[in-house]
């Protein structure tokens, strides 16, 4: 059985729950669940953890990060395998994400947040200090549940903080692995992990102790976080979801540009807040692109992420697997299925990737966030009418835009209104660029400057000069 983490302690808590491998739909492991009495004591355990936690130096603190990095890497093998059974992904991919966990604790934990100077005047000095908030709460969903943790743990405990950690309920398990490591190498409470069944985020983001939420979820949940937070004013970072467009300028070359655009849409089996979630392709080039994903589609290699073949796992769970067979049944009353449309015909929660073409965009699948392998691909008349219909969103987290003349292509890139434009790529994510949604995608920035600063107060000190 897996364990939680809590004190400093492994401990199997009041509940247990079972994990269910989506390549399956079977249950395949049991791990420790938290009740309330297990929640309340991991936040006391953070906050009495905290001063000593933000009394060590940056480089202190380093040199447990860095030890809880060795061990990740040590058990990396054992990690990535169990991601891709909690999670259904590919293992190479399962593997490139334990390694991007071990990275980041490596990049936040080097970068030291110096106090700074703001004026040196003869008669005054105004310096800013940099100050943890306090014990943080880190919620996280089942897409990506090792590295939305990590970088949520690094940043925040880099900068001195304390935390409670609640992975997804459907993929605790390569959270409890981290929390394993973190018992034998850092400090009792400054990391706790605990499990739920879906039924604790809310107390633990109203818990008056917890002094700031760093969420990664869906916009709905994100508003119910936002409204408990409000109780005591936490500070609050909320990462939410997409409706991402990728818009296709008349130079693009559609043999180049489709397989791209295929694994912006399909990586992860769709299921990535910045996937691209709704295609516009000029009328001229529309059918030759919704032929190439088509074909893209049904070549794609669909299957258990242990199979070295596989390109696409399954959808995570059962919900979000009826969630998507749900869009792709209204999608075929008004739109026209070229690739896909069904489920596979084996155990597990396996859609085939599939491309539909000539919907509204009033249709369920172009206005919300699908997160599942169905595209739908949209033709555009003009620049301006394109830009309209990509901007006439809700949400407002990244979009690509694809062109040969690279010019042309930023200037439309400024006119999407999201966090974050790439320009003829897509998914590259860095620890030193800050990654966050405007309108309804979110509330302040992760990784980069920015990101850091989300886990801090400044303090002013300003002192008259004799
Ligand atoms: P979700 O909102 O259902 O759950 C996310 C987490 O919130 C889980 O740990 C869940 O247990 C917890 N939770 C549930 N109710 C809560 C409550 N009342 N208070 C606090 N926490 C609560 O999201 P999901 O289905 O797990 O994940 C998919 C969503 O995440 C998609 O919308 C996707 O776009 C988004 N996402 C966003 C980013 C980003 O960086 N913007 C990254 C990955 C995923």
Known sequence: MYQMLIDGELVDGSASLEVINPATGEAFATCGRAEEDDLQRAVAAARNAFPAWAALSWTERSVYLNALADGIEERGEEIAQLLTDEQGKPLGQARFEVGASVAAFRYFSAQEMLPRVVVDEPTSQVIEHYSPVGVVAAITPWNFPLILLSVKLAAALATGNTVVAKPAPTTPLSSLLVGEVAAATLPAGVLNVIVDANDLGGLLSAHPD???????????????????????????????????????????????????????????????????????????????????????????????????????????????????????????????????????????????????????????????????????????????????????????LAGTVWGKDVERAVEVAMRVRTGTVWVNKHLDLRFDVAFGGVKQSGLGREQGDDGLREFVETRVVSVAKA
């Open 210 to 396: 917890v002094a700031k939420v760093t969420f990664t979820g869906s916009t709905a949940t994100g508003k119910k976080v936002m409204q408990s937070a409000a109780s005591s004013l936490k500070r609050l970072t909320l990462e939410l979801g997409g409706n991402d467009a990728a818009i296709l300028l008349d130079d693009v070359d559609i043999d180049d540009v489709a397989p791209k655009i295929f694994n912006a849409a399909t990586f992860n089996a769709g299921q990535v807040c910045m996937a691209a979630k709704r295609i516009y392709a000029p009328r001229a080039k529309y059918d030759a692109l919704c032929d190439a994903l088509a074909d893209l589609a049904n070549s794609a290699v669909v299957g258990d992420g242990h199979d070295p073949a596989t390109a696409i796992g399954p959808i995570q769970n059962q919900m979000q697997f009826d969630k998507v067979m749900d869009l792709i049944e209204d999608s075929r009353q008004i739109g026209t299925i070229v690739a896909g449309g069904q489920r596979l015909n084996r155990p597990g929660f396996f859609i085939a990737p599939t491309v539909v073409r000539d919907l509204p965009d009033s249709a369920r699948l172009v206005q919300e966030e699908q997160f599942g392998p169905v595209i739908p691909v949209l033709a555009y008349d003009d620049i301006d009418e394109v830009i309209e219909r990509a901007n006439d969103s809700e949400f407002g």
